[in-house]
């Protein structure tokens, strides 16, 4: 097992979290998220971490892969800065609602069914999660294209033509008009995401992207890593505060991840908007099924 690291009384392989570092760093890269759509199911479901623990030690992870990943899109030229601008305070705010409503179920004990009794905090937190990543992956696969590859190209949404409050313009990927007030409430919820369930928000926040305003795929990643930094952050330091984050957990994710993310951010350049699309969903259907097996295992 070689050394080992104590998160929450459970003893947890360093070398072994290392390795999920490396290989969560290099799709959060690829595909512009934190990465914490996997990394928390696999925490829970393999190492036995407790889910607060292991959204906490998660998110500050992500704060070094979303940095490293966000300066190389920067230099592919891949994103839109001026969208990131507008979610940004709205994403901070919601990472400390999120936080706190995770604070909210973890001490909001247990549901008895069939003589087992099921926290709240799993009950919950693991439904909702695993709905988002079905609903994501269904997203994805239904809109992969043929023959010449559309997600590699813009398609103005239905969200680019709401018309609340002040309009602007984002040249980078050639939308005009898009309503600045809704980018914000978008920034809001995609931080509660981050907050109470411990991901980046861009396994959220690219499907919106992509197929409510648009965006070409590769502009999407490279937009929503921004965002995933300064909610990751904030998301850190809230959890921090709460007694989730383990430091001799979250520094073995945190180097393997800052090591592989910028070789993800590489592989996404190379391939077409279709393939990206069906790696990732392969993914989240992994951590749906990681998700189910540790609620059916709570039942035994």
Same mark, same amino acid.
């Given at each position: 097992?070689?050394?080992?690291?104590? %998160?929450?009384?459970?003893?947890?392989?360093?070398?072994? =979290? %290392?390795?999920?570092?490396?290989?969560? +760093?290099?799709?959060?890269?690829?595909?512009?998220?934190?990465?914490?759509?996997?990394?928390?199911? &696999?925490?829970?479901?393999?190492?036995?971490v407790p889910l607060p623990t292991a959204i906490g030690s998660g998110l500050c992870?992500?704060?070094?892969?979303?940095?490293? %990943?966000?300066? $190389?899109?920067?230099?592919?030229?891949?994103?839109?800065? $001026?969208?990131?601008? &507008?979610?940004?305070?709205?994403?901070?705010?919601?990472?400390? &609602?999120?936080?706190?409503?995770?604070?909210?179920?973890? =001490?909001?004990?247990?549901?008895?069914?069939?003589g087992r009794a099921i926290p709240w905090i799993s009950l919950i937190v693991e439904?909702? #999660?695993?709905?988002?990543?079905?609903?994501?992956?269904?997203?994805? *696969? $239904?809109?992969?294209?043929?023959?010449?590859?559309?997600?590699?190209?813009?398609?103005?949404?239905?969200?680019?033509?709401?018309?609340?409050?002040?309009?602007?313009?984002?040249?980078?990927?050639?939308?005009?008009?898009?309503?600045?007030?809704? =980018?914000? #409430?978008?920034?809001?919820?995609?931080?509660?995401?981050?907050? *109470?369930?411990?991901?980046?928000?861009?396994?959220?926040?690219?499907?919106?992207?992509? #197929?409510?305003?648009?965006?070409?795929?590769?502009?999407?990643?490279?937009?929503?890593? %921004? =965002?995933?930094?300064?909610?990751?952050?904030?998301?850190?330091?809230?959890?921090?505060?709460?007694?989730?984050?383990?430091?001799?957990?979250?520094?073995?994710?945190?180097?393997? +991840?800052?090591?592989?993310?910028?070789?993800?951010?590489?592989?996404?350049?190379?391939?077409?908007?279709?393939?990206?699309?069906?790696?990732?969903?392969?993914?989240?259907?992994t951590a749906v099924a990681a998700l189910a097996w540790d609620l059916l295992s709570?039942? $035994?």
């Amino acid at each position: 097992m070689g050394p080992v690291v104590l %998160a929450s009384g459970q003893e947890v392989s360093v070398l072994g =979290v %290392a390795a999920l570092g490396v290989g969560v +760093g290099y799709f959060a890269g690829m595909f512009g998220i934190g990465g914490g759509f996997i990394m928390t199911p &696999l925490l829970v479901v393999i190492f036995g971490v407790p889910l607060p623990t292991a959204i906490g030690s998660g998110l500050c992870q992500m704060v070094g892969t979303s940095l490293v %990943a966000f300066l $190389r899109h920067r230099k592919l030229t891949q994103g839109e800065v $001026r969208f990131d601008a &507008l979610m940004l305070p709205g994403s901070m705010l919601g990472a400390e &609602l999120g936080a706190r409503a995770l604070t909210a179920l973890s =001490v909001s004990g247990k549901l008895s069914i069939g003589g087992r009794a099921i926290p709240w905090i799993s009950l919950i937190v693991e439904t909702l #999660y695993a709905a988002l990543l079905v609903w994501v992956a269904v997203s994805y *696969l $239904r809109n992969v294209g043929s023959g010449r590859d559309k997600l590699d190209y813009l398609r103005p949404g239905p969200l680019s033509r709401v018309t609340l409050g002040p309009r602007l313009n984002f040249p980078a990927v050639g939308l005009a008009g898009v309503s600045a007030a809704l =980018v914000g #409430y978008i920034g809001l919820g995609i931080g509660f995401l981050s907050g *109470l369930l411990g991901i980046g928000g861009g396994v959220a926040l690219n499907p919106v992207l992509i #197929y409510g305003y648009g965006f070409p795929i590769r502009h999407a990643v490279g937009t929503g890593i %921004a =965002v995933l930094f300064a909610t990751a952050v904030v998301g850190t330091v809230a959890h921090s505060f709460r007694g989730h984050v383990e430091l001799g957990l979250a520094l073995p994710l945190l180097v393997g +991840g800052t090591l592989s993310a910028q070789l993800g951010a590489l592989s996404s350049r190379r391939l077409s908007g279709t393939t990206l699309a069906r790696i990732q969903s392969v993914l989240l259907f992994t951590a749906v099924a990681a998700l189910a097996w540790d609620l059916l295992s709570k039942f $035994r």
